[in-house]
């Protein structure tokens, strides 16, 4: 005897589900939009706090040690680690200091950040263009 599915009141006659209400359909732009600005603010906080803090303070633990790394990659060769070695490669002709290493760090970052923020948007994109 095979088991009868729970019928919703959603369900067209042909058996397959309807598409979503045009209220839900509003609602979820309407959090998305809260989503989006939300974000925005953390994001803008996040910016004004590196901006206040990017000449204050220095870390003696991790900071100072990779950036003796970068300064002097040949004395770290032999090191558990090359990151050191690729970033002073690539940025070893700036004879970066603190402060623009900080700079340096956070532009990566963020543009990180961008690539990451738009193929995830270009994905829901799809996802939404599909269902």
């Known amino acids: ?14 058996g397959l ?3 979503p209400m045009p209220a839900l ?3 979820r732009q309407a959090l998305s939009r ?10 803008v906080l996040n910016l004004a706090l590196f901006a206040w ?3 204050r303070g220095f870390d003696i633990k991790d900071e100072s040690f990779m950036l003796t790394c970068y300064r002097f ?22 004879d970066f200091g603190l402060l623009q ?3 340096a760090g956070f532009t990566v970052k963020l543009l990180a ?12 994109r799809r996802e939404e263009a599909s269902s």
């Open 34 to 43: 809260y989503v989006v600005i939300l974000l925005a603010v953390c994001g």
């Open 17 to 19: 589900p309807e598409t």
């Open 53 to 55: 803090g990017i000449n």
């Open 73 to 94: 990659p040949e004395l770290y060769a032999g090191f558990t680690t090359s990151f050191h070695l690729i970033v002073s490669r690539l940025f070893g002709g700036f």
């Open 113 to 124: 950040t961008l690539v990451f923020a738009w193929g995830f948007w270009q994905w829901l």
């Open 101 to 103: 290493a900080r700079i």
């Open 25 to 27: 359909s509003g609602n």
């Open 1 to 14: 005897m095979a088991i009868k599915p729970l019928e919703s009141p959603h369900q067209k006659q042909n």
